[in-house]
């Protein structure tokens, strides 16, 4: 029997048979059933011939959150098992469970997950960059002008960078990141676990290449090396242990700004003391 309250679960972002045993127990044993696209879960849920048997089948998403998310709510307050399912992939990861889950949360409910595939990770895998620090940063804008201001916003974070784009807006994007980062590391992982998979690794400056004319289709997920760590100043340094210091003894203020800026403590602990 499965416990009361909000199950997440992962569903295959492409190959049917990615799909946890358990994730299959969830859907299998719920109460109720939601989805982002509830014909998707449907259909996945035939493939591994689990019947829905007259339980309540519900959509969840951006556009209906309101009115659905009340009826689940109520559910679970009643002593209902609720089972969440994305589209594709990890929920709450581009995926309008987010809300769901702080309504349940929120109303003391319990809230467990099913982990399983994930379009990020799966990337991260096999993308040939560092995968100890990542940032996940989800779809970019669709102009140039706003993509190019989101752009300049990720760029110092020391940590792989992780995007989801569209077939249609890859050539540009890479051309306006080839602008920026032309020499750092990229893969374009496209169709992940799917039939036509396919990944390409170079420079920005050689994936725009190569995408520059290229016809695409699919999802694809967009991944960035970090680019070197920048440099802090004589004068960025001071202008930082300074307003440390107003509220840091001088040990913690220079213990603080080191850290912040990638510097020897030593160094910087000679500078508070000279300020």
Aim: proline content about 6%; glycine content about 6%; some cysteine.
């Amino acid at each position: 029997m499965l416990a009361p309250g909000l199950h997440f679960v992962a569903t295959p972002i492409g190959a049917a048979r990615d799909i946890t045993l358990r994730a299959l127990d969830i859907l299998r044993d719920a109460d109720v059933l939601a989805a982002e696209d509830t014909r998707t879960l449907r259909h996945l849920m035939e493939i591994h011939g689990i019947p829905l048997g007259g339980r309540p089948l519900v959509a969840y998403h951006d556009h209906n959150g309101d009115s659905a998310g009340p009826r689940l709510i109520a559910a679970m307050k009643d002593g209902k098992s609720v089972a969440y399912a994305s589209e594709a992939g990890t929920p709450l990861v581009s995926d309008p469970g987010f809300e769901l889950s702080r309504e349940a949360i929120a109303a003391g409910l319990t809230v467990l997950t099913a982990p399983g595939p994930s379009a990020v990770l799966a990337a991260l895998t096999i993308a040939g960059l560092p995968s100890d620090r990542f940032l996940f940063a989800g779809f970019l804008p669709s102009t140039s002008s706003a993509r190019k201001k989101a752009l300049a916003e990720v760029a110092p974070i020391q940590a792989t960078l992780v995007f989801y784009e569209s077939p249609k807006r890859i050539a540009a994007t890479l051309r306006d990141m080839a602008e920026a980062w032309p020499d750092r590391r990229a893969a374009v992982c496209r169709e992940l676990t799917k039939k036509f998979e396919e990944t390409t690794r170079g420079t920005v400056a050689e994936l725009a290449e190569a995408f520059a004319d290229r016809s695409v289709k699919g999802e694809i997920v967009l991944l960035v090396d970090r680019g070197a760590p920048e440099v802090a100043s004589e004068e960025d340094v001071e202008a930082a242990l300074r307003r440390a210091l107003e509220t840091l003894s001088v040990k913690d203020a220079a213990a603080e700004v080191a850290q912040r800026l990638g510097l020897p403590k030593r160094d910087v602990y000679q500078m508070a003391l000279k300020l």
